[in-house]
């Protein structure tokens, strides 16, 4: 009986950690993106149509790829693709998108939902100019 319970519960833990790392690392990012962009390009003289993604930022770990363009990172768990971010180096922008609705359980996809902005196909799609 004990196992039946903990199963689940445990289960929860791990979806929740999992979101609760990829919200800590889009906050990140979002915050460390713009400033580094400038650093790269006032700072050290590195041509923005050159720059690229990995050049300023780098993540590593299980799920995590980077795109041959070099210009867009994405995370994928299960199968599941939940998080997409992606460089426009010319126009100083940066794009993130949450796929709440791709998380296994209710439960998170409704966390999810519930603390980023969604679109009716449950994407959080987020633009940021600087």
């Known amino acids: 009986m004990l196992a ?4 689940p519960k ?23 993106v713009p400033s580094a962009y400038l650093n790269a390009v006032d700072l050290d003289g590195k041509n923005p149509a ?6 300023i930022i780098e993540i590593k770990g299980k799920g995590w790829s980077l795109s041959e363009s070099q210009n867009q990172y994405g995370y994928v768990s299960n199968g599941n693709h939940l998080l997409s971010i992606i ?18 359980s209710d439960y998170i996809k409704n966390k999810c939902k ?10 959080s799609k987020q633009r940021i100019d600087f």
Do not use: H, W
Request: proline share 2%; net charge positive; with cysteine.
């Open 10 to 32: 445990y289960q929860n833990l791990k979806e929740n950690a999992e979101f609760s790392n990829l919200t800590k690392i889009l906050s990140d990012i979002q915050s460390s």
């Open 87 to 104: 460089f426009e180096s010319t126009n100083r922008r940066l794009f993130t998108v949450m796929y709440c609705n791709n998380f296994p």
């Open 114 to 123: 519930n603390t980023f902005k969604v679109n009716a196909e449950g994407l």
């Open 4 to 7: 039946a319970v903990a199963i």
């Open 50 to 55: 050159n720059l690229k993604l990995n050049q």
